[in-house]
T-cell receptor, first 114, second 112 residues
Framework: DTEVTQTPKHLVMGMTNKKSLKCEQH?????MYWYKQKAKKPPELMFV???????INESVPSRFSPECPNSSLLNLHLHALQPEDSALYLC?????????????FGDGTRLSIL | QQQVKQSPQSLIVQKGGISIINCAYE??????FPWYQQFPGKGPALLIA?????SEKKEGRFTISFNKSAKQFSLHIMDSQPGDSATYFC???????????FGQGTTLQVKP
């Protein structure tokens, strides 16, 4: 079992729906991340939060909206997604963004856009 | 250049053999090099990691070799087991940002 918990595990939504992905960690980590992973490809960084503030946005379309309500929780709000957004969305956390800070991943949310 | 090049794309090894996966990078701002193991339907799990001031790190059957001057590093899996069959990703972290750049992955199959 991973120490980063993501819900839901699977999500199917239409292009006009609004949904949210949730990520939770209780390791006291102060940095949290969202990644997107397509089949047979490596994870690609989307967002980095450090001390609950957005520090990196990798030019992600505005239909993806991250939120960090507190140091343990990270959300990804989804609206008007496209079929090419179907992927595995991974959350990760680390103690910080400094040197030698290993990132620990959850098992992801498998998202399918109809 | 923020790429990490990984090879081979796929690897088949007999049980008990040595699996070797190689990675190369260009960006000197990388300061931390982890390896992740990913099983189908699961997230990447941290396997082992190394800093650029260390030439080798061993944890159980897994060893990272690091050549700073050549900007190359590799993962060796000794006594490979069928349970090691998974996708392996090398990665590199950009100093001070938390930004992790992954290699393209290697699918390892260990035959019984």
């Amino acid at each position: 079992d991973t120490e980063v918990t993501q819900t839901p595990k699977h999500l199917v939504m239409g292009m006009t729906n609004k949904k949210s992905l949730k990520c939770e960690q209780h390791m006291g980590h102060r940095a949290m991340y969202w990644y997107k992973q397509k089949a047979k490809k490596p994870p690609e960084l989307m967002f980095v939060y450090s001390y609950e503030k957005l520090s990196i946005n990798e030019s992600v379309p505005s239909r993806f909206s991250p939120e960090c309500p507190n140091s343990s929780l990270l959300n990804l709000h989804l609206h008007a997604l496209q079929p090419e957004d179907s992927a595995l969305y991974l959350c990760a956390s680390s103690q910080g963004t400094g040197v030698n800070q290993p990132q620990h991943f959850g098992d992801g949310t498998r998202l399918s856009i109809l | 250049q923020q790429q990490v090049k990984q090879s081979p794309q796929s690897l088949i090894v007999q049980k008990g053999g040595i699996s070797i996966i190689n990675c190369a990078y260009e960006n000197t701002a990388f300061d931390y090099f982890p390896w992740y193991q990913q099983f189908p339907g699961k997230g990447p799990a941290l396997l082992i990691a190394i800093r650029p001031d260390v030439s080798e790190k061993k944890e159980g059957r897994f060893t990272i070799s690091f050549n700073k001057s050549a900007k190359q590093f590799s993962l060796h899996i000794m006594d490979s087991q069928p349970g090691d069959s998974a996708t392996y990703f090398c990665a590199a972290s950009i100093r001070g940002t938390g930004k992790l750049i992954f290699g393209q992955g290697t699918t390892l199959q260990v035959k019984p």
